[in-house]
């Protein structure tokens, strides 16, 4: 691979999404400079959203660099099974509008935690947001590792000097920006993301001499098949993913701190419900590209497969790969598919920098200084989002040592949803359980 590929237009692109984060971050910092910034302010941006730039952040977070990059190269080793976490999403949209978002929106909680406390007992409160610091941090780990292992490929730039120089610019502007300035660089973010993954498919489709080619290779190569009734241990069974992919999708939007704090921010439950469809649509939508992308992929390398030729040294390096490949095509081709994999990774890193901050004041500290003034708090939370930057740094030496990009999120959700889904059934169904005995 020649880094001597990456142009100076490809650097532009580059430049623009890292810019535009910043400057929308700082613009905000600069707006309510004069104003003491409450908690509800920098945690749920005043509870006065707009409807459009949420559902958009309320998508971004979990469009993440790992599903352009992993999900990618699941797709081209093993097939179309994808599909099923649209099928997820759905019915995580009726759970969440009928079951989550009523329960959430009449307690007007900042925490999602806090509702373990109003149910059960500050203990489980804990245990709870603990669990979800934990495999945050995993996945936070997760989300900078892929675009800077990808930068690396295109351009010769050591993989944790882009990490450390990611996080921190990530850090500063949620820092400073609070929810609000999240949410709109969400928004930018996912028109660069949707924006380069349209490209690079145009780009593979013309590589294949046209889709009718890409769908003849994916079926004759066994990709393009979408369920498995025979065994649940397969790894693209219909029972596994019916299960865990819908358990998956009702933790992560209706249960998670990062995606509950958009649903708060709006001011009643009405525009609540409004903004799960439109998510609906959107992620179904990106998740369609991605599998039209994976088949595309495929239908390119039909014939001779650079991981089992030698080329890459993980499957997970199939997109980067083929980007390299094609860049000559046209200069700036390689700067729209690093911007696309990184705005994925600014937007869910800073959502969860922001989520945790809140979770920590929250739950940790706000308890033991009760009468804390306003500003103070802004602080702490300030503080410790660079904190959770510099510890979500270390663990990247960990995460690179492990095994599949997909497989390591997959079990970062599957630690903390299972207890979540638990906890939340348990004290919404049955009103005799308590923090002592399930029945009493």
């Given at each position: 691979?020649?880094?001597?590929?990456?142009?100076?237009?490809?650097?532009?692109?580059?430049?623009?999404?890292?810019?535009?984060?910043?400057?929308?971050?700082?613009?905000?910092?600069?707006?309510?400079?004069?104003?003491?910034?409450?908690?509800?302010?920098?945690?749920?941006?005043?509870?006065?959203?707009?409807?459009?730039?949420?559902?958009?952040?309320?998508?971004?977070?979990s469009?993440?660099?790992?599903?352009?990059?992993?999900?990618?190269?699941?797709?081209?080793?093993?097939g179309?099974?994808?599909?099923?976490?649209?099928?997820?999403?759905?019915?995580?949209?009726?759970?969440?509008?009928?079951?989550?978002?009523p329960?959430?929106?009449?307690?007007?909680?900042?925490?999602?935690?806090?509702?373990?406390?109003?149910?059960?007992?500050?203990?489980?409160?804990?245990?709870?947001?603990?669990?979800?610091?934990?495999?945050?941090l995993?996945?936070?780990?997760?989300?900078?590792y892929?675009?800077?292992?990808?930068?690396?490929?295109?351009?010769?730039?050591?993989?944790?000097?882009?990490?450390?120089v990611l996080?921190?610019?990530?850090?500063?502007?949620?820092?400073?920006?609070?929810?609000?300035?999240?949410?709109?660089?969400?928004?930018?973010?996912?028109?660069?993301?949707?924006?380069?993954?349209?490209?690079?498919?145009?780009?593979?489709?013309?590589?294949?001499?046209?889709?009718?080619?890409?769908?003849d290779?994916?079926?004759?190569?066994?990709?393009?098949?979408?369920?498995?009734?025979?065994?649940?241990?397969?790894?693209?069974?219909?029972?596994?993913?019916?299960?865990?992919?819908?358990?998956?999708?009702?933790?992560?939007?209706?249960?998670?701190?990062?995606?509950?704090q958009?649903?708060?921010?709006?001011?009643?439950?009405?525009?609540?419900?409004?903004?799960?469809?439109?998510?609906?649509?959107?992620?179904?939508?990106?998740?369609?590209?991605?599998?039209?992308?994976?088949?595309?992929?495929?239908?390119?390398?039909?014939?001779?497969?650079?991981?089992r030729?030698?080329?890459?040294?993980?499957?997970?390096?199939?997109?980067?790969h083929?980007?390299?490949?094609?860049?000559?095509?046209?200069?700036?081709?390689?700067?729209?598919?690093?911007?696309?994999?990184?705005?994925?990774?600014?937007?869910?890193?800073?959502?969860?920098?922001?989520?945790?901050?809140?979770?920590?004041?929250?739950?940790?500290?706000?308890?033991?200084?009760?009468?804390?003034?306003?500003?103070?708090?802004?602080?702490?939370?300030?503080?410790?989002?660079?904190?959770?930057?510099?510890?979500?740094?270390?663990?990247?030496?960990?995460?690179?040592?492990?095994?599949?990009?997909?497989?390591?999120?997959?079990?970062?959700?599957?630690?903390?949803?299972?207890?979540?889904?638990?906890?939340?059934?348990?004290?919404?169904?049955?009103?005799?359980?308590?923090?002592?005995?399930?029945?009493y």
């Open positions: 691979m020649d880094p001597g590929q990456f142009s100076l237009l490809d650097y532009i692109f580059f430049v623009i999404v890292i810019v535009v984060s910043s400057s929308i971050g700082l613009y905000y910092a600069i707006k309510l400079r004069k104003t003491v910034t409450t908690v509800d302010d920098y945690l749920l941006g005043g509870r006065n959203m707009r409807l459009l730039p949420v559902a958009c952040s309320l998508a971004a977070t469009l993440t660099a790992m599903a352009s990059v992993g999900i990618i190269a699941e797709i081209y080793a093993y179309t099974y994808v599909w099923i976490v649209s099928y997820g999403v759905v019915v995580m949209g009726i759970f969440l509008s009928w079951i989550f978002l329960i959430f929106s009449e307690l007007k909680l900042t925490s999602v935690f806090k509702y373990f406390e109003l149910r059960f007992n500050r203990r489980v409160r804990l245990l709870a947001s603990g669990l979800f610091l934990l495999s945050g995993m996945y936070l780990s997760v989300t900078v892929v675009p800077a292992l990808t930068f690396q490929r295109v351009t010769g730039i050591n993989t944790y000097v882009t990490i450390i996080s921190l610019i990530c850090a500063i502007y949620t820092a400073i920006g609070g929810l609000r300035a999240v949410i709109w660089t969400d928004v930018v973010q996912l028109v660069f993301m949707f924006s380069s993954i349209v490209v690079i498919i145009f780009v593979g489709v013309n590589s294949a001499n046209g889709f009718d080619n890409v769908i290779a994916a079926r004759q190569g066994g990709r393009l098949y979408f369920v498995n009734y025979k065994s649940i241990n397969a790894r693209s069974s219909i029972w596994s993913h019916a299960f865990s992919t819908v358990f998956l999708m009702i933790y992560q939007y209706g249960l998670s701190q990062t995606n509950i958009r649903f708060m921010s709006f001011p009643n439950l009405r525009k609540m419900r409004i903004s799960v469809w439109i998510l609906v649509a959107v992620f179904s939508f990106y998740n369609f590209l991605i599998v039209i992308l994976g088949i595309v992929l495929y239908a390119n390398y039909e014939s001779c497969d650079p991981y030729a030698g080329f890459i040294k993980r499957i997970d390096h199939i997109l980067p083929f980007i390299q490949e094609k860049a000559s095509l046209f200069l700036g081709f390689n700067g729209i598919f690093i911007a696309g994999i990184f705005s994925a990774s600014l937007s869910t890193t800073s959502s969860y920098l922001n989520a945790m901050s809140g979770i920590i004041y929250e739950d940790f500290i706000s308890p033991l200084y009760p009468r804390m003034k306003e500003n103070m708090a802004g602080r702490i939370m300030k503080t410790t989002v660079f904190i959770l930057a510099v510890l979500q740094i270390g663990l990247v030496f960990f995460i690179e040592r492990m095994g599949s990009i997909a497989q390591i999120v997959s079990q970062c959700m599957s630690l903390n949803a299972c207890t979540m889904i638990t906890l939340f059934t348990l004290g919404v169904f049955i009103p005799k359980a308590n923090s002592k005995v399930p029945f």
